[in-house]
């Protein structure tokens, strides 16, 4: 079993950048495909971007472009790095694990048995 822990959230004014962390306790962390999803009061949960063991990457429409997801291995972490942040990027960000490889797809919740307790960004206009 994989541990998660998000940091990194916090209120930023629109335009500016934030870096989440997910610090994971576990092993072996190289062999998991990870992560992000954000999730509102009411709304679906929603799949940001993924890494699986090998680097290769995934994003959905609302992180392409200016979201950055990345891992090291060494430090057990992954990393989102969110640039041009907007009001409607306010949310609660998740990280998710599972041992990969994943089954059907990387945007789906189910996907995922590990996750983190979530890290609170506000983005103000």
């Known amino acids: 079993q994989v541990y998660l822990e998000e940091s990194g959230g916090a209120s930023v004014q629109s335009g500016g950048s934030l870096r989440l962390s997910c610090a994971a306790s576990?092993?072996?962390?190289?062999?998991?495909?990870l992560a992000w999803f954000r999730q509102a009061p009411g709304n679906k949960r929603e799949g940001l971007a993924a890494?699986?063991?090998?680097?290769?990457?995934n994003y959905g429409v609302s992180a392409k472009g200016r979201f950055t997801i990345s891992r090291d291995n060494a430090k057990s972490t992954l990393y989102l790095q969110m640039n041009s942040l907007k009001p409607e990027d306010t949310n609660m960000y998740h990280c998710?694990?599972?041992?990969?490889?994943?089954?059907?797809?990387?945007?789906?919740?189910?996907?995922?048995?590990?996750w983190g307790q979530g890290t609170q960004v506000t983005v103000s206009s």
């Open positions: 890494i699986d063991s090998d680097g290769l990457t």
């Open positions: 998710a694990a599972v041992l990969c490889p994943l089954h059907v797809g990387w945007s789906l919740p189910y996907e995922y048995p590990y």
């Open positions: 576990g092993s072996p962390f190289d062999k998991y495909c």
